[in-house]
Nanobody, 114 residues
Framework: QVQLVESGGGLAQPGGSLGLTCAAS??????????MNWFRQAPGKEREMIAS????????KYSDPVKGRFTISRDIPKRRVYLEMNSLEPEDTAVYYC?????WGQGTQVTVSP
C-alpha cells in the first residue's frame, strides 16, 4: 500500500511563503502513473482539492483560491511532491493533506496569522 507523509507546515505571516513536501513510499508503479493531489481542510469546512499533478507531461491543475499563488511540482526519482505557497492569506489556514487515489497522508498544519 502506498504511504504518504507530509512535512513543512507551520506558521507564516500574511504575504509570506511556506513550502510543503509529500514523500511517497511503497510505490509499485512508475511515479508518473500516480495523480498526486494536495487537499486542505479549514476548521468547520469541507476538505477541498487545491492542486494536482499527473502524467508524464506534468499536467497541473489548481483551484481558483490558490491559482497564481501556489505551485505544485514533483521530483520523480525521489518520489516527492511539493507545494510552494506564496502570498499567503489568513484564509489559507488549514490542515494540508497529500493524496493519491484512496491514500491520504496524516496532514500538516498551516497557520497564516500576523
Amino acid at each position: 500500500q502506498v504511504q504518504l507523509v507530509e512535512s513543512g507546515g507551520g506558521l507564516a505571516q500574511p504575504g509570506g511563503s511556506l513550502g510543503l513536501t509529500c514523500a511517497a513510499s511503497q510505490i509499485t508503479a512508475p511515479f508518473t502513473y500516480y495523480k498526486m493531489n494536495w487537499f486542505r481542510q479549514a476548521p468547520g469546512k469541507e476538505r477541498e482539492m487545491i492542486a494536482s499533478i499527473s502524467g508524464v507531461i506534468e499536467d497541473t491543475k489548481y483551484s481558483d483560491p490558490v491559482k497564481g499563488r501556489f505551485t505544485i511540482s514533483r521530483d520523480i526519482p525521489k518520489r516527492r511532491v511539493y507545494l510552494e505557497m506564496n502570498s499567503l492569506e489568513p484564509e489559507d489556514t488549514a490542515v494540508y493533506y497529500c493524496n493519491t487515489a484512496t491514500v491520504w497522508g496524516q496532514g500538516t498544519q498551516v497557520t497564516v496569522s500576523p
